[in-house]
């Protein structure tokens, strides 16, 4: 699956580069700020604050007509959540002396469209929208309690959450953001907002511990980017 959605992000960029007078490729980097909690039954589970992570990636922006455009590219995103919940033998608890925080790395492909805006010669302004997929290269939870005094470290796609069932390792979701441009340097900020459950695999055979578990990405980024 990794290698499918390289190779398809390749195979778009390329077929941008076909029509050089019809594109612009661009870089940008920048944090992002993870929103995301566990969720059990339908109840969010009290939140330990906003997880920092990055994002980097590389993207071709494909002229239509009269100012819209489509986009697509590649990038790398640290994406996670930070609570206060605990496993207490086959419960789930929550206090504010815990923390668990979960880390993931992604691989991540948007599929966008556009509008791109001139204000003068040298600023323009553009927003776009658009479902993107994403496979995480790896993930990982940290679990401390002051309550039981326990410190744990998991990697989720193999020893699972809590270290009882794998995570999810696909996701995907929509995002828009939006972009100004001072003549080939630009600033964006954008939001992702993930529609898959990656704290389970299979919701029927997961670990009663934990059954009814979830954890959607939802995250804000911001970013600095050049347009060559």
């Known amino acids: 699956m990794k ?3 390289v190779s398809l992000a390749v195979a778009l960029i390329c077929t941008a580069t076909a029509s050089a007078q019809m594109f612009n490729l661009r870089v940008e980097a920048g944090p992002v700020f993870s929103f995301s909690s566990l969720v059990e039954h339908g109840t969010k589970v009290l939140s330990a604050g906003t997880k920092v992570g990055y994002h980097a990636g590389a993207f071709a922006d494909i002229s239509l007509t ?7 590219g590649l990038s790398f995103e640290m994406k996670g959540s930070r609570d206060h919940s605990y496993l207490d033998g086959k419960t789930l608890k929550v206090n504010k002396e815990a923390l668990n925080e979960i880390t993931m790395h992604y691989l991540q492909i948007p599929v966008n ?8 010669p040298s600023i323009r302004f553009a927003v776009q929208t658009g479902p993107y997929f994403a496979v995480a290269l790896g993930g990982t939870q940290k679990t401390k ?3 039981t005094g326990a410190v744990k470290s998991f990697n989720i ?10 995570a999810n ?4 979701g929509w995002g828009a ?14 939001a992702d907002f993930g529609f898959l459950n990656v704290a389970q695999t299979d919701p029927s055979g997961i670990a009663d511990q934990i059954k009814g578990l979830s954890l959607k990405n939802s995250t804000v980024h911001i970013g600095l980017g050049y347009c060559f």
Do not use: H, N, P, Q
Request: charged share 20%; proline share 0%.
């Open 177 to 190: 953001s939006a972009m100004l441009y001072l003549g080939s340097i630009y600033g964006t900020i954008g």
């Open 145 to 147: 309690s002051k309550i």
């Open 66 to 72: 009269m100012g819209l455009y489509a986009s697509t």
């Open 169 to 172: 390792r696909f996701d995907v």
């Open 3 to 5: 290698k499918l959605l």
């Open 113 to 120: 469209v556009g509008y791109r805006l001139s204000l003068t």
């Open 157 to 166: 796609f193999k020893e699972g959450v809590f270290g009882l069932d794998k």
